[in-house]
């Protein structure tokens, strides 16, 4: 994998404004700290991994993003307005994208229609046209199918755009679920662990691809995940939460070598 | 899936219904077949098929609503009610012609619908069931508690034939044609929908409500939305039964007139309109050979007494639609496609 170690960033000389801003969030269950005062921010064009021990809260950043948890305290801005207390589809439609933990595909539905689903918001027909069928809705489904086609050749499914998504094994699943939220043409895409149980030759194409889609589509890309290796490789940021607090930032390298990122990591060393 | 060698070539080729010429042949002999069936057939079996095409579009509406929109709905009879109601005030009442009172009664019946399509969005899978049922009651409590004036209560309402430029549609085969027309029209912006991006909507929220609204999908939106489709569906069907029968009473539209267009949705299919109109009929020619052969039946052993026959037929059609929960809960359509696939394949395995 250290071929890919290309030198995509480069961008933290000439910071860009912020596309996805938050400020000092806090978030509660009960009594347990989920989020507390997480500042964060992601310019365009920067892949932005955010990693940290298990429960440190990086899937309740990602949810609190996505509207789906509401923060008690704190700002979070999307391309210059606030996202708090906005729906998911309301947030999903000012151009947020995601792609989920586990497989949240659907499964009765083949691949072309999992990607054409990431068009909704980009298709106007209503129920009446959709009754008559010909005229708006037969030509609107032709118009995008072609933008679903050019993402089934960007993501290599051309041999499986016809299968049901729940007959394919789970790698060529996130990659379906990665062609569906490219669909959506996101401002940003937030990825929740798109490695997470795959096997090296999976993840190796799945990071291709991360890069391929920053390459054509240069949409900033925030990626929670454990693999350190991949971490280390595609980000050009690295943001360390610990129990729900900020610990760290910066490059993969200064992370690397930061004590408190050791210390959450391996424990308290005794020397 | 096509047969071998078949390719598309072109997006509109690749998501046409219908992809071989074989296929076309034989829609346009069934359409034929269907064009010419009174005049083939005798008065009973005219009256069997005019129920049948009325069965089919409340039948397709429940699977736009619980097929594809995933929303369980006992209530169908109820809605369908709702829709011959109105689609009878308005028609006896207020003068309104039949291509008025019938489009009319659907868009009365997807109001109702609607009501109960908003409790969906709050609530899921038994509950709503159960508030479907409600529906149901609440139909009831209605029409036998609203003014007598209004809605005829018990005694029902009756309506006059439906009249196109003076030639009057009450015979036999003149109500099976308007109902053939009205069929046809919703059967195919039924495909039409099922295959449009609301179509998607609906199954999408049906797999996975939390990814759909991550792809900018308004579940709550979808949600009553296939409601107020399912219930519009069930209105028409209810306004073509308002003229086919010309009498509208509460006891046309029970929870047990629900059940059995759920046990056709089951049978034919969940999520596809051709499963719908395959169990459509095979219910139907199942429940029909037992009323035609019954009274031979009885004949033959006269001891057991004429209600055996209705009761076996209950027993009958709840084995099947156990049988098909347990032995095939995705339908006759999967049964069918599984057959098709194993056809274009054989003799490999895959």
């Keep these: ?271 | 899936m096509d047969p071998a060698g078949v390719f598309a070539t072109s997006f509109a080729r690749d998501q046409s219904l219908i992809r071989t010429r074989k296929q076309l042949i034989c829609l346009i002999l069934f359409m034929v077949l269907l064009a010419v069936l009174p005049l083939l057939v005798g008065p009973r079996l005219v009256a069997v098929a005019t129920s049948a095409l009325i069965t089919v579009v409340v039948t397709v509406g429940l699977q736009i609503c619980t097929g594809y929109g995933g929303q369980i709905n006992l209530g169908q009879a109820a809605f369908m009610g709702s829709g011959a109601y109105a689609t009878a005030v308005l028609a006896s009442k207020f003068g309104f012609p039949f291509w008025a009172a019938i489009p009319l009664g659907g868009c009365a019946a997807a109001a109702f619908g609607f009501i109960f399509g908003l409790s969906a969005v709050r609530i899921k899978g038994f509950y709503l069931v159960l508030t479907t049922i409600a529906a149901q009651s609440l139909f009831h409590f209605l029409v036998l508690n609203l003014p007598q004036s209004w809605l005829g209560g018990s005694n029902g309402l009756s309506l006059e034939p439906a009249q196109l430029f003076g030639y009057v549609i009450d015979t036999d085969r003149s109500i099976y044609y308007l109902c053939l027309v009205f069929a046809v029209v919703m059967v195919a912006g039924a495909f039409g929908i099922a295959r449009s991006r609301h179509g998607r909507d609906f199954v999408a929220v049906r797999d996975d409500d939390v990814a759909s609204g991550m792809m900018g999908i308004d579940v709550v939106r979808t949600k009553a939305m296939a409601f107020l489709v399912g219930s519009f569906y069930a209105g028409i069907g209810g306004g073509l039964w308002a003229y086919y029968v010309r009498f509208v009473a509460v006891d046309q539209f029970t929870l047990f007139h629900s059940i059995w267009f759920v046990a056709m949705v089951i049978v034919g299919g969940i999520g596809s309109i051709t499963g719908a109109l395959i169990g459509v009929v095979v219910i139907l020619s199942i429940r029909e050979s037992f009323i035609s052969l019954g009274p031979t039946f009885v004949q033959v052993v006269p001891w057991l007494g004429g209600d055996v026959v209705f009761a076996t037929l209950n027993i009958f059609l709840g084995g099947v639609i156990a049988a098909f929960l347990i032995f095939e809960p995705r339908g006759l359509m999967h049964r069918w496609s599984i057959i098709k696939r194993s056809y274009r394949l054989w003799p490999f395995s895959y």
């Design chain 1, 1 to 271: 994998m250290e071929a890919m170690a290309v030198p995509h960033g480069a961008a933290a000389g000439a910071r860009k404004r912020p596309v996805l801003a938050a400020q000092d969030i806090g978030l509660q269950f009960g009594g347990i700290k989920a989020l507390d005062g997480v500042t964060i921010e992601i310019c365009s064009d920067e892949l932005v991994a955010v990693i940290g021990p298990n429960g440190a809260g990086k899937s309740s950043l990602m949810n609190c993003f996505s509207g789906f948890y509401r923060p008690q305290r704190g700002e979070i801005q999307f391309d210059g307005t606030s996202v708090i207390g906005k729906s998911v589809h309301q947030i999903a439609r000012a151009g947020l994208a995601r792609t989920f933990q586990g497989t949240h595909i659907f499964s009765g539905m083949t691949v072309i229609e999992n990607i054409m689903i990431g068009r909704h918001m980009h298709m106007r027909s209503s129920i009446l046209d959709a009754f008559i069928h010909f005229g708006r809705s037969r030509n609107e489904e032709f118009a995008q199918r072609e933008v679903v086609e050019e993402i089934i050749e960007l993501l290599e499914m051309e041999a499986i755009r016809h299968r049901p998504v729940g007959t394919l094994g789970y790698g060529q699943r996130k990659r379906v679920d990665l062609g569906r939220a490219l669909a959506q043409e996101p401002k940003i895409l937030l990825m929740d662990e798109p490695m997470a149980g795959m096997n090296t030759e999976e993840k190796e194409d799945l990071a291709r691809f991360i890069l391929d889609v920053r390459e054509a589509r240069g949409i900033p890309v925030v990626l929670v995940e454990h693999d350190m290796g991949v971490v280390m490789d595609l980000a050009d940021r690295v943001v360390v939460l610990d129990f729900g607090r900020k610990i760290a930032e910066g490059t993969p390298a200064e992370v690397q070598r930061d004590p408190a990122v050791l210390k959450a990591y391996l424990g308290e060393g005794t020397r």
